[in-house]
């Protein structure tokens, strides 16, 4: 019986050899026209800071009050409690949003964005849920 183990066990090395050896013909081949098999080459550089749409100010305030620019999570006794969050928009199964506005995709009807601009320019007439500018 313990010949029969040890050969199982070579038979596997052999296998492992086998593989680790056309792995790496496949990906020299590969690498020759130009692929790259690193985690690394897969990754996108940083955005500049004064690309990345996640820092500007009005992105910012969505999330400032629970983290930092850098991503880090703000403590609850370190938060400021001024903190201004200007992008608010309410969304709960009960929203009294308008009717026959949304679309629906096995019906193959639209959305009708007109719809909603009425809505919310209406909804800001009302309340200071939603503000939106004066000229649209």
């Known amino acids: 019986m313990a010949g029969r183990g ?27 026209k130009g692929e790259h098999f690193s985690l690394a080459s897969l990754v ?10 996640a820092l500007t100010p009005i992105v910012f ?8 620019r850098e991503g880090k999570p703000i403590p ?15 969304v709960t199964l009960d929203y009294p949003g308008p009717t026959n ?19 919310y320019r209406e909804l800001a007439a009302r309340t200071n849920i939603f503000p939106i500018p004066a000229q649209s």
Do not use: I
């Open 44 to 53: 996108p550089p940083p955005v500049p800071d004064e690309q990345n749409f």
């Open 6 to 32: 040890g050969g199982h066990v070579l038979g596997s090395a052999e296998e492992d050899l086998r593989g680790w050896h056309t792995w790496n013909r496949f990906r020299h081949a590969w690498e020759a």
């Open 101 to 119: 506005c949304a679309g629906d995709r096995v019906k193959g009807t639209l959305t009708r964005l007109d719809c909603w601009q009425s809505h």
């Open 76 to 90: 609850a006794e370190k938060r400021d409690v001024q903190f201004k969050v200007r992008m608010r928009m309410p």
């Open 61 to 68: 305030t969505s999330y400032g009050r629970v983290m930092t």
